[in-house]
């Protein structure tokens, strides 16, 4: 939802990648962040061993709780200097189609 909300801006407002990316981070932070911690509250009493025969739910409840975390993280943190990265190899690649066109 980043990378599109990111598109949006660059094409409606004429913004920069890294200006669009930054706005739709701002914008998709809340919503991301709610869902993400959801899910992670859901799955805690899982990832403690609660309940009858936690303990055999419990390496289950931990690798939910811990691919949650590293997905948030990549969707924070990852995603928009890939987006940004990839905007900039685009361009270059774009321009050289450009002057070998000619």
Same mark, same amino acid.
């Given at each position: =939802?980043? /990378?599109? +909300? ?7 407002? &004429? ?14 932070? !809340?919503?991301? =962040? ?7 509250? #859901?799955?805690?009493?899982?990832? =403690? &061993?609660?309940?009858?025969? #936690? ?9 939910? /709780? #811990? &691919?949650?975390? +590293? ?5 924070? @943190?990852?995603?928009?200097?890939? @987006?940004? @990265?990839?905007? !900039? ?6 321009? #050289? ?6």
């Amino acid at each position: =939802m980043m /990378v599109d +909300f990111a598109l949006e801006a660059e094409r409606r407002q &004429g913004l920069d990648p890294k200006t669009s990316i930054h706005q739709a981070c701002m914008i998709r932070f !809340r919503p991301i =962040m709610m869902t993400t911690m959801a899910a992670l509250l #859901g799955a805690l009493p899982i990832a =403690m &061993g609660l309940g009858a025969g #936690g303990e055999a739910r419990q390496s289950l409840g931990i690798t939910v /709780v #811990g &691919g949650l975390i +590293f997905s948030q993280l990549m969707t924070l @943190y990852i995603t928009p200097v890939f @987006y940004v @990265y990839l905007d !900039r190899l685009n361009r270059r690649l774009t321009r #050289g189609k450009k002057a070998a066109a000619r």
